[in-house]
Nanobody, 125 residues
Framework: QVELVESGGGLVQPGNSLRLSCVGS????????MAWFRQAPGKDREFVAA????????YYADSVKGRFTISKDNGKNTVYLQMNSLTPEDTAVYYC??????????????????WGQGTQVTVSS
């Protein structure tokens, strides 16, 4: 049984940083594409960042490019999201996801089979 568990969320002031972690069980990280999505109240779940299983290529939403960094440690079955220069617009529940879809599905919800329960990130002064 696959399980993804996120941690590291919380309340942070604008301009500060957070690092989210997602630990997986029941799957081998180096054979899965991993991603982070987020969902703000009243909005659809949106793509944030992804790291492909082949080559470790990374992809980012335009809104976070240059501020967020996705990485993973296959030995620890953990994927991270380093978030810097946070703004109130980054406030959302952040979800970790695992999938095996083709490259064209990297940025869409349907490209991922397994999801964590989410961790709340609130950016406010």
């Amino acid at each position: 049984q696959v399980e993804l568990v996120e941690s590291g969320g919380g309340l942070v002031q604008p301009g500060n940083s957070l690092r989210l972690s997602c630990v997986g069980s029941g799957l081998t990280f180096n054979t899965w594409n991993m991603a982070w999505f987020r969902q703000a109240p009243g909005k659809d779940r949106e793509f944030v960042a992804a790291i492909r299983r082949s080559g470790g290529y990374t992809y980012y939403a335009d809104s976070v490019k240059g501020r967020f960094t996705i990485s993973k440690d296959n030995g620890k079955n953990t994927v991270y999201l380093q978030m810097n220069s946070l703004t109130p617009e980054d406030t959302a529940v952040y979800y970790c996801a695992a999938g095996m879809a083709v490259l064209s599905a990297t940025r869409v919800v349907s490209g991922y089979r397994h999801w964590g329960q989410g961790t709340q990130v609130t950016v406010s002064s």
